[in-house]
């Protein structure tokens, strides 16, 4: 007999092998890097992505809760829907209340799966953000301060008539901004010290030491997490 949860881990590891994206679009004006990092354990819970809609680079972190079903699919299907409104709206805040209406019209019986996401618009040198649910996001600045992202709206799939409005980002040459799967903020102001740090090594680089060290700071038995660096230039 099949162990159900090698099953979901398979199931998961091809969806993410799907999924993830292999490049990502020129974004003038910024230098973006992200990831996501897997586990031992049946993973499948978050990933990140970024693509391109007429003029403008879009860059997500999802993660998705719940009990019942694999992970990974949801996640296929959140990015999918996040990629078809991007095409009609330019503002993220209307993005992901146009996703959450779309998850909860499209729920399965039983208890719902939850989406977590933040999102970035790269457009014309300017950043526009917005997120649903508990999530890690940050902006270091010039000079070693961090400014921690509030959530702009409740998580996603549960209920509809949430508003999650966009926010205008003003960062100066040099800045980042943060985008992490886990919400503690131990962990986002650890994660904003080595930006400080590295923040002058190209984006992949500063990216692969906050991989490194994020993983050992989850310690063993950690779940998969996603994290996207984007500096401006």
Not at 72 to 100: F, K, M, Q, T, Y
Not at 161 to 171: K, M, N, S
Not at 218 to 229: A, C, N, Q
């Amino acid at each position: 007999m099949s162990d159900p949860q090698s099953d979901w881990h398979d199931l998961n590891r091809t969806y993410l092998g799907a999924i993830l994206p292999a490049s990502v679009p020129q974004a003038p004006g910024f230098f973006v890097a992200g990831t996501t990092a897997f586990s031992e354990g049946v993973g499948g819970s978050t990933a990140w992505d970024a693509f391109q809609a007429d003029d403008a680079v879009w860059i997500s972190v999802l993660t998705v809760s719940g009990v019942g079903l694999p992970h990974a699919p949801h996640l296929a299907l959140c990015r999918a829907l996040i990629r078809d409104a991007a095409s009609e709206r330019s503002d993220p805040g209307e993005v992901l209340a146009r996703v959450n209406r779309a998850l909860v019209r499209a729920a399965l019986a039983g208890p719902p799966q939850q989406v977590e996401c933040s999102l970035i618009r790269l457009a014309e040198g300017k950043a526009t953000w917005s997120s649903a649910g508990s999530v890690g996001a940050l902006a270091s600045r010039r000079g070693g301060a961090t400014e921690l992202f509030a959530a702009q709206g409740p998580s996603m799939g549960v209920l509809e008539g949430f508003t999650h409005p966009g926010r205008a980002l003003e960062l100066q040459p040099g800045e980042h901004v943060l985008l992490l799967s886990e919400p503690a903020p131990g962990l986002l102001n650890g994660a904003a010290d080595l930006v400080t740090q590295y923040g002058d090594q190209p984006v992949d680089k500063t990216l692969e030491i906050l991989k490194l060290t994020l993983a050992r700071a989850l310690g063993e038995g950690r779940h998969d997490f996603s994290v996207v660096l984007v500096r401006a230039s």
